[in-house]
């Protein structure tokens, strides 16, 4: 089970940190992923991180704004969002990938086996 939490309304230039929760089997066991969307658009990949964490990947809109990054002793994953824009406004899923690879970052949601609820971001301009 994944709890995503962390989000809400924000200003422009300001940030917030999302955080997902990992229960039922270990966070280390598990690649995972922040995704998001806008009613009436495609799902989007936002970042993604390895098990072991050494990898990172991240989409061009957020790429040196937002961080992602991993306590597995605290079973959580976090999405650290920063300089936000009107347009980083969507619902943001946190997504777990069981995988063997360490290393490996993935950015198609259709990989991701778990999904939390979702957690709603609006940035006002």
């Known amino acids: 089970q994944l709890q995503a939490s962390g989000g809400g309304l924000a200003q422009a230039g300001g940030s917030l940190r999302l955080s997902c929760e990992v229960s039922g089997r270990p966070l280390s066991s598990f690649a995972m992923g922040w995704f998001r969307q806008d009613p009436g658009k495609e799902r989007e990949f936002v970042a993604t991180?390895?098990?072991?964490?050494?990898?990172?990947r991240y989409a061009d809109s957020v790429k040196g704004r937002y961080t992602i990054s991993r306590d597995n002793a605290k079973n959580t994953v976090y999405l650290q969002m920063n300089s936000l824009k009107p347009e980083d406004t969507a619902v943001y899923y946190c997504a777990a990938r069981p995988t063997a690879s360490t290393r490996n970052t993935n950015p198609h949601w259709a990989e991701y086996n778990y999904w939390g609820q979702g957690t709603q971001v609006t940035v006002s301009s």
């Open positions: 991180i390895s098990r072991s964490g050494v990898g990172t």
